[in-house]
């Protein structure tokens, strides 16, 4: 049975991961005088064992030694949500999941791929589904992209139209001003040979685009007769200095990703993604082409890291009153325009 809260109580948390993503959701969390942090866990040696305080810079966190496996956390089994930012496939965190899940806590991940796992993992996301049902506990799978810029808000905007024909998303990012995972991510430095292999191996890239594609699709209602997906370097034009790369010119500044969904031949989709060092410009742009066409544009884009760690923390209090299960992101829980 789902654990339920004493009004006066606190959640209690855990942060499983603390790289830096992991990090500022802590220093968000610990921050709220609504959460209690009570254990963290991270299995790299130069954290492992550490104060929290000290490694969040928060001394309201100080106390709390940071394990390295959810079984040596000291407050394990007391726990009612783990803020899980580890990994972002679902095959490599499902253990880590299953073991949340059985020692009766929901879990809030920043896994990418369980934003929409069905098409990835679909044996893992049922088993993860009937999991938490059987615990009554709830997993949900966030972030910003996917999880928000390029497809939850999106189709929130549908809400207000009678009839949607075509939607058109358009993300620049300025990967120099961006953490340094971001920048070896996009391939920075790097030349389009060793890009392409990288790309070939899954070692290098953003995850979730075409997740965030089908996600807009099934939710619109639209069978999709085929799906084109690529992946290509962006070339720096002139020598730019980050403050942990420098890149030459001819050099991989970064990453164009691009996926359209397609009916009766027009791409009635596309997600246009596009992440380097040196963008003259960062921004969100959604199209939507229907009755009413609108069109919204983020002026500098959304901030990824900050938004990551934020739609985490702020997930919480979802993780602990929704239904038990996978919550199911094929039914979102607001109004959006649906196939006559």
């Not at 075509?166 to 790097?190: F, M, Y």
Request: glycine letters at 10%.
């Amino acid at each position: 049975m789902r654990r339920r809260l004493v009004k006066e109580n606190r959640p209690k948390v855990i942060l499983y991961g603390l790289g830096p993503i992991g990090i500022s959701t802590g220093k968000i969390l610990a921050q709220r005088q609504s959460i209690e942090i009570v254990s963290a866990i991270e299995i790299a040696d130069d954290k492992a064992g550490k104060d929290l305080g000290e490694l969040l810079g928060i001394k309201a966190a100080r106390g709390i030694t940071v394990s390295k496996t959810l079984g040596e956390a000291k407050n394990y089994g007391i726990a009612d949500v783990v803020v899980h930012t580890t990994s972002s496939f679902v095959e490599t965190v499902f253990p880590q999941l299953e073991e949340i899940i059985s020692g009766g806590m929901n879990c809030v991940s920043s896994t990418e791929e369980l934003f929409f796992p069905i098409l990835k993992a679909p044996d893992a996301t049922r088993k993860i589904d009937e999991l938490a049902k059987k615990y009554g506990v709830t997993v949900v799978g966030t972030g910003v992209n996917p999880g928000f810029v390029m497809d939850t808000l999106p189709l929130f905007l549908t809400g207000v139209c009678e009839r949607v024909d075509e939607v058109h998303i358009q993300r620049r990012v300025d990967a120099s001003k961006r953490r340094l995972p971001l920048q070896k991510k996009v391939g920075a430095t790097l030349d389009a040979d060793e890009f392409y292999k990288r790309v070939e191996t899954g070692t290098l890239g953003h995850i979730g685009l075409r997740e965030s594609l089908q996600y807009l699709a099934v939710n619109l209602g639209w069978n999709l007769d085929d799906i084109e997906e690529q992946v290509d370097p962006v070339i720096s034009e002139k020598d730019i200095t980050t403050e942990y790369f420098h890149v030459k010119k001819g050099q991989v500044a970064g990453i164009k990703h691009i996926a359209r969904g397609f009916t009766n031949g027009k791409a009635v989709l596309s997600l246009d993604l596009r992440m380097y060092v040196g963008a003259e410009k960062s921004f969100d742009r959604i199209t939507i082409g229907g009755n009413p066409s609108l069109e919204i544009e983020v002026k500098q884009g959304t901030p990824g890291d900050i938004a990551t760690a934020s739609i985490l923390a702020n997930s919480v209090s979802l993780a602990m009153h929704a239904d038990p299960g996978l919550i199911n992101t094929k039914y979102p829980m607001w109004p959006h325009c649906e196939k006559l």
